[in-house]
């Protein structure tokens, strides 16, 4: 599923491998900080922006007509 995410970068930003890798770790690190009540808001913000930074690729995407194979 890796190369699919890949993929989906759009063809202008650099280093779509490290994108996808940077994107997930800070998934990551933002759902175990949901999880620590001091940490919450942060969490929440941090996530909320993640999401922001990567609707281009979504609407890109959907924009493409490419076809997702999962």
């Known amino acids: 599923m890796r190369d699919e995410l890949i993929d989906m970068v759009p063809a202008g ?3 779509p491998e490290l994108l996808v ?3 997930g770790i800070l998934e990551i690190a933002g759902a175990f900080g949901m999880l620590i ?3 919450v808001p ?3 913000f941090g996530l909320s922006l993640l999401l922001v930074v990567m ?3 979504n609407v890109a995407l959907a ?3 490419g ?3 999962w």
Do not use: I, N
Request: aromatic residues 10%.
């Open 13 to 15: 930003l650099p280093s």
């Open 37 to 39: 009540r001091g940490l």
């Open 63 to 65: 924009l493409s007509g």
């Open 21 to 23: 890798t940077a994107t």
């Open 55 to 57: 609707f281009p690729a």
């Open 67 to 69: 076809e997702l194979p």
């Open 42 to 44: 942060f969490a929440g």
